[in-house]
């Protein structure tokens, strides 16, 4: 995989500290295959993260937001209780660490899993001050040409 380096786009720039930190977090986990995934639209602002993760089980995954960033790692517990001897291993049992960043305002709604498959819930939430608005315009009786825009005021004779 290519390292790039980001830091010339940002010499000039003020306040643009979290883009680089996102590209950073973005271009370190590029080149990782394992576990495989896929993400999903579900909705207009719904999304779902489903990781194949064979093996593990929900104490062993454990699943992190901080700075925008989803932060999804799994370690499977010693074999202790493991009662015979494994010849062949196919399934692979590693720990993992994956990192995904997130748009703004995307919070996790939650995680299960089900047969192997972590499902992990995402949905955009904008804050009702960031909603665009609709302001009425009201009509006001119509002008005539040279006519200014103050009400006349009547004077008494």
Request: charged share 25%; glycine share 8%.
């Amino acid at each position: 995989m290519n390292a790039f380096d980001f830091a010339p786009l940002f010499r000039t720039a003020i306040g643009f500290d979290h883009l680089a930190r996102m590209l950073d977090t973005a271009s370190a986990g590029a080149d990782l295959s394992y576990p495989p995934y896929n993400i999903e639209r579900t909705g207009e602002d719904r999304y779902v993260l489903t990781m194949a993760v064979a093996g593990f089980g929900p104490d062993d995954i454990e699943l992190t937001v901080q700075d925008n960033t989803l932060l999804i790692s799994g370690r499977i517990g010693g074999a202790e209780g493991q009662k015979n001897e494994v010849l062949y291993r196919g399934i692979a049992a590693r720990a993992f660490e994956r990192r995904f960043v997130l748009a703004e305002h995307i919070v996790v709604d939650g995680a299960d899993i089900q047969n192997g498959m972590l499902s992990v819930a995402l949905r955009r939430e904008i804050p009702e001050a960031l909603k665009p608005r609709r302001i009425p315009v009201q009509a006001s009786a119509p002008r005539l040409e040279g006519e200014s825009a103050k009400p006349a005021v009547a004077h008494k004779p």
